[in-house]
Each structure stands twice: as C-alpha cells, then as structure tokens.
C-alpha cells in the first residue's frame, strides 16, 4: 500500500500564496502521473494540476498561470505552489497517482491521504 501525507494549507488572503507539499510513503520515481486535486462539500473532486514522470505538467483552466506543480523524487514528494489565490480556490487539496500507477506497481487499491485546507478570504 502507498499513504499520501498533504500539507502546508491554512487560511490566506485573496492575493497570496501558499506552498503545499505531498509526501509519498512509497517510491514516485515509476509514477506516471502524480496529480493534485481539490474538492469541496457537495461538489466531485477535480484535478487541479499534474506532472508526469517526464516532468510534463497540466492544469485546470481556472488555475493556469497562478498555480505550479513540481516534484522532487529524492524525497517523494510533490509541491503545489499556488499564487494570487481566490476566494474560489477555497477547498480541500489532495494529491494522488494515476490508477495506472497503482496497478503497476502494485500499490493495492487506490485510497485518498486526509487532504489539507485551504481556506481563501479576507
């Protein structure tokens, strides 16, 4: 099994900026795509950004030019600098790997880490 700890959230004004990092219990080397995604109450979780394991990276239209996904695989970890944020970006952030991923490496069944709250307002 693999275990996703996120942290770094908290209460922001609109206009700041948060680093959120994502650690992995296990090994991200072999992960195809490593993604971060944000959900709130009633709504389906999205995905907000992703990076592949060729350091390609995609976005969700609302957050492009302000948020940047990054890894480091040395340390299993995987950032989410978020800029200018907006009272909109307001929700819990998870990360988590392709569904592909797991089955290849074995991983078990997908699970979900207790995300990190970020919480937008002035």
């Known amino acids: 099994q693999v275990q996703f700890v996120e942290s770094g959230g908290g209460l922001v004004q609109p206009g700041g900026s948060l680093r959120l990092s994502c650690v992995s219990s296990?090994?991200?080397?072999?992960?195809?795509?490593m993604g971060w995604y944000r959900q709130v109450p009633g709504k389906q979780r999205e995905l907000v950004a992703g990076i592949t394991s060729g350091d390609n990276t995609n976005y969700g239209n609302s957050v492009k030019g302000r948020f940047t996904i990054s890894r480091d695989t040395a340390k299993n970890t995987v950032y989410l600098q978020m800029n200018n944020l907006k009272p909109e970006d307001t929700a819990v952030y998870y990360c988590?790997?392709?569904?592909?991923?797991?089955?290849?490496?074995?991983?078990?069944?997908?699970?979900w880490g207790q995300g990190t709250q970020v919480t937008v307002s002035s």
């Open positions: 296990r090994n991200i080397v072999s992960v195809y795509h």
């Open positions: 988590n790997a392709d569904t592909g991923s797991y089955a290849r490496l074995n991983w078990g069944p997908l699970r």
